[in-house]
């Protein structure tokens, strides 16, 4: 039996992001800063049947980070023989490091989207919405805040995945 996952890595800062708010005629909001850069890491996973999304803190996106994601997918759905994982074309998806690991197991098959087209990646939605719902304008005191309001985030999204590759199935 097969299934299908897509994934992606992302950054959260600890600093707020500038984005559209409410505030009242002639009141221009604050949003306080340190301009530290400092940032949370993050891959994501999104099943194409459940419409859920699974997170996961890294400390970079690199192919060490990327091959314990997918450790964590065999590990996770080991009762799939087969996992086709759509992810886009970071470089350290193609790393010689990624090859080997994939040469050395037969679960999953990698599978790229064209250059240029996070449109296309339900997990790309999920980023979004992360952001305009949990993240935008806010200013985390710590990482360990940030994680928090990003582990909360999803728990609540569970099958709630409106992109169009989601409504599909």
């Given at each position: ?59 970079k996106g690199n192919a060490e980070s990327f091959i314990s994601i997918m450790d ?89 995945n409106k992109h169009k590759l989601c409504q599909l199935i």
């Amino acid at each position: 039996m097969k299934r299908f996952f897509f994934s992606d890595e992302a950054g959260i800062q600890l600093d707020p992001t500038i984005a559209a708010q409410w505030a009242p005629r002639g009141c221009q909001p604050l949003l306080p800063s340190d301009s530290t850069r400092e940032r949370v890491n993050l891959c994501g996973i999104v099943d194409i049947n459940t419409m859920d999304a699974i997170v996961q803190r890294i400390p970079k996106g690199n192919a060490e980070s990327f091959i314990s994601i997918m450790d964590l997918i065999k590990e996770s759905y080991h009762s799939y023989s087969r996992i086709s994982l759509y992810v886009d074309n970071a470089k350290w998806h193609k790393a010689k490091l990624v090859k080997e690991y994939l040469s050395q197991q037969e679960t999953i098959e990698l599978n790229f989207f064209p250059p240029y087209s996070p449109e296309l990646n339900p997990t790309e939605w999920e980023w979004h919405e992360l952001r305009r719902q949990a993240t935008h304008t806010r200013r985390f005191q710590s990482d360990d805040e940030c994680w928090q309001t990003i582990q909360t985030h999803f728990e609540t999204r569970k099958g709630k995945n409106k992109h169009k590759l989601c409504q599909l199935i």
